[in-house]
Nanobody
């Protein structure tokens, strides 16, 4: 069984920054992809950013130039640096990992408000 645990969410003013972290544990062989999704109230869960084992990154258009995804060398931790945050970034952010099956963290709340 694989567990993903997120940390780093919170309340921040517009224009501020947050860094999310996700640590994987359990019976991990090799993730093919890790990343972040988010879900705002009343909306569907959407991709924010993902990174492959080879380091290829994909970003949602809405976060390009503001968010940066990275991972550790062991590919068991993934990070999301979020800069210039906007109120529309408010959502629950979920860590995601794929190793055959899809795995999800429990989510961490990010609120951008003045």
């Amino acid at each position: 069984q694989v567990q993903l645990v997120e940390s780093g969410g919170g309340l921040v003013q517009p224009g501020g920054s947050l860094r999310l972290s996700c640590a994987a544990s359990g019976r991990i062989v090799s993730f093919t992809t890790m990343g972040w999704y988010r879900q705002a109230p009343g909306k569907q869960r959407e991709l924010v950013a993902v990174i492959t084992g080879g380091g290829t990154t994909t970003y949602a258009d809405s976060v390009k130039g503001r968010f940066t995804i990275s991972r550790d060398k062991a590919y068991k931790k993934v990070y999301l640096q979020m800069n210039n945050l906007k109120p529309e970034d408010t959502a629950v952010y979920y860590c995601y990992a794929r190793e055959g099956a899809n795995y999800w963290g429990q989510g961490t709340q990010v609120t951008v408000s003045s």
